[in-house]
């Protein structure tokens, strides 16, 4: 089953994957089976996975950033400073989340959690609906199947644009009380942003309405992530299920029910492996464009290039992967509860 849920049969010519095999016709899906599906899948993702997230966000920002020695230190690149710079991150890490438990009380692994939740539904819902109707109209203007390569990139990098544009406000106030915490041990009170609403108003009057969609031009880079990732699931998943296919006869039904498992998240955490280490700078950039102004009122990192040259400059390269562990830690299962549940839905609406 391709993610759109099209009724069009797919052969194995078409998937390139064997030379002949039997067709298999797909039952047509209502789009807002797509719209209930997504959503389950990103609201069950959002709550497993928030404290990794908020670990996350908290890494690639420089707030919480310790000053190095000396400029030649961002630059060294040998391979034992390599070693005694990673075993620095995870003293890092480690000491982060003390301090958050410490400081702000387990609630903290879950703050953002708001945010996070109100936009998952409409940015499944523009995703998927994008997704669907732009490998519709694409297969029909190019002449290419709808499970072609092709068709499944530019139908994904057309759903990050619109997802990102609409819902890039949602993240923004999501990543600024990630980022917030309390000055002072054990009180709140110090906190720069009371709640969602609160931050709402601050930046609309500090800010003004463009406050809202800083790092949305990180975001149209991460479609090319969402792009590789969906057209490597969608390969991965067919070869897989093609692979665990029996050899003789049919399979039990426990058998397809473990091979349909097996195919789905083996390929969503693999695809998003692969996508997430190809493209993971665009994240930091789009986290730091997205922090609190300074105090004075003015933002650090002002436009993407800008924000990956100060990056370079000040931290080196490996500042463009900072939180990569928890953020791996964090995307792999996320990749594999939000499209399990998501071809489960599928799924069940078809029985």
């Known amino acids: 089953m391709s993610i759109n849920g099209s009724s069009k049969a797919v052969s194995a010519e078409e998937t390139g994957l064997i030379s002949s095999a039997p067709v298999v016709t797909k039952k047509n899906v209502a789009s807002w089976v797509h719209l209930l599906a997504g959503a389950s899948g990103g609201l069950a993702t959002a709550i497993v996975t928030s404290p990794l997230d908020v670990l996350r966000t908290r890494l690639q920002s420089d707030f919480y950033r310790t000053p190095s020695k000396g400029p030649d230190a961002l630059q060294s ?64 203007i190019m002449g290419h199947a709808e499970d072609s390569p092709l068709v499944h990139a530019q139908a994904a990098i057309c759903a990050g644009l619109a997802s990102s544009t609409a819902t890039n406000p949602i993240w923004l106030v999501k990543t600024r ?22 931050c709402v108003r601050q930046v609309l009057r500090t800010e003004g309405v463009a406050g809202f969609y800083r790092g949305m031009s990180a975001s149209y880079l991460g479609s090319i992530e969402t792009a590789l990732h969906l057209v490597l699931y969608e390969r991965l998943k067919v070869g897989l299920r093609r692979w665990l296919e029996p050899t003789e006869g049919k399979g039990t ?3 397809d029910e ?22 993971y700078p665009h994240e930091v950039a789009r986290t730091r464009l997205r922090q609190a102004p300074l105090e004075h009122g003015k933002p650090k990192y002002t436009g993407l290039v800008q924000c990956f040259r100060t990056i370079a400059k000040e931290e080196g390269m490996a500042g463009l992967y900072g939180g990569l562990a928890p953020h791996m830690l964090r995307s792999l299962p996320s990749a594999v509860i939000t499209l399990g549940v998501y071809e489960f839905v599928l799924r069940f609406a078809n029985t």
């Open 258 to 279: 473990f091979s349909h498992w097996v195919s789905t998240s083996g390929a969503a955490s693999s695809a998003k492996l692969a996508a997430g280490l190809t493209t």
């Open 77 to 140: 690149t040998r391979p034992s400073q390599l070693a005694q710079s990673g075993h620095a991150s995870n003293h890092k890490t480690m000491r982060i989340v003390s301090s958050i438990y410490r400081a702000e009380g387990w609630r903290a692994f879950f703050r953002g959690l708001g945010p996070s939740m109100a936009g998952v539904v409409p940015a499944a819902a523009i995703k998927f609906y994008v997704y669907g109707n732009c490998k519709n109209i694409a297969a029909n």
């Open 253 to 255: 039904p426990l058998w």
């Open 177 to 198: 009380l990630q980022l917030d915490k309390a000055s002072t041990a054990g009180d709140p009170s110090t906190r720069r942003y009371r709640n969602s609403i609160d």
